[in-house]
């Protein structure tokens, strides 16, 4: 860190010199153009106009004899997320967990098995991230997490009419299942373009995204992958036995909790702290009345939904929280 002194040029200018390794450092070169931008602390950031690469390849060669499946399966995450160009997985024992390693790669957005023979196992990666836009990525998570929402609700309603149940739940997990794998995808993609970003000044810029920015997003995006999963879990919990009495009361706050969530969205989506304010408030009063329902003796299915109902409403207030208190 050093001090430079600003001088006046003219009568509108000031001007101040520009460190010389900095400017080697970037090939920069005498009256070419930077670019001036103004941070949300009201600070300047200089970056060359021109960007020619906006991240540097990244590669690492791994020998995995010695590594457990879960601790590969973790690797190969780890590796997406931070931005690794060409991961190599080479070994004597690459043929046996060959299976799984194109399982988990097909889980991530442009990651690519280029190359695999018996011992060795390449992979790429062809994601673009400034050319991804984010809100574009929370999207459609949202959207997803609609649908199976709408997919719970279906199911809920040919139970409550005992026509063709069985199937209407078979139906409903196999649904929510793959809805739910397709938010985990993008959910790492999220975290992938996060810790980018949160490396490479230059990425930020290109997506328009400020540090409190990416922080809003690592917690938006991660609360939606975790309120997704509570609902495939709340679609198991789906049972054609469940009390007719007791079915009313599990529609009734299923649908509660349905527009809450319509809400917090419309709230994130369009920056509103008062509509988020009033998600708030709604979330204890559905809380508030399931733990009055379950304070008599309850069907253990019923039970089980209304705590998954719960629980997506935890992530609904975390939500609301985040656009009250950061955004």
């Known amino acids: ?80 997320v931070n931005g690794y160009s060409t ?13 799984r390693i194109k399982e988990k790669v097909e889980q991530l957005i442009a990651f690519e098995i280029m190359e695999y023979t018996p ?26 997490i609609r649908a199976i929402m709408k997919e719970i609700d279906s199911a809920i309603i040919v139970l409550n009419s005992h026509k063709n149940s069985e199937d209407s739940l078979k139906n409903l997990i196999t649904n929510a299942y793959q809805m739910d794998r397709n938010i985990n995808r993008l959910n790492l993609l999220a975290a992938k373009i996060i810790r980018v970003a949160f490396d490479n000044t230059q990425v930020a810029q290109k997506l328009h995204l400020k540090p409190i920015e990416l922080l809003v997003l690592h917690i ?32 009734k706050t299923y649908n509660a909790m349905m527009q809450n969530y319509e809400q917090v969205m419309k709230a994130y989506f369009t920056l509103d702290k008062k509509l988020s304010h ?22 253990a299915s019923t039970v089980r ?6 629980a997506v409403e935890s992530f609904i207030g975390i939500i609301s929280r985040t656009i009250i208190d950061v955004i």
């Open 1 to 80: 860190m050093e001090f430079r002194k600003i001088v006046k040029s003219g009568n509108t200018s000031y001007v101040v010199s520009i460190p010389r390794e900095w400017v080697k450092e970037r090939g920069i070169k005498k009256g070419d153009l930077v670019f001036i931008q103004e941070d949300g602390d009201k600070n300047l950031i200089i970056s060359p106009k021109e960007i020619k690469s906006l991240q540097e390849p990244k590669e690492v060669s791994i020998n995995i004899d010695n590594m457990s499946s879960e601790t590969l399966i973790r690797s190969i995450v780890s590796y997406y």
């Open 87 to 99: 991961v190599e997985f080479v070994g004597k024992t690459v043929k046996d967990q060959t299976d």
């Open 119 to 144: 011992t060795k196992i390449l992979i790429k990666d062809y994601l673009k991230i400034e050319d991804i836009s984010f809100e574009s990525v929370v999207r459609r998570m949202d959207f997803m």
């Open 220 to 251: 938006i995006t991660t609360t939606l992958e975790n309120l997704a999963d509570n609902l495939k879990n709340l679609a198991k919990e789906i049972d054609k036995d469940i009390p007719k009495a007791e079915l009313k009361y599990v529609i």
């Open 278 to 299: 009033e998600v708030s408030d709604f979330k204890h009063i559905i809380r508030e009345s399931n733990e009055q329902f379950l304070n008599k003796k309850r069907d």
């Open 305 to 310: 939904i209304i705590e998954r109902i719960q």
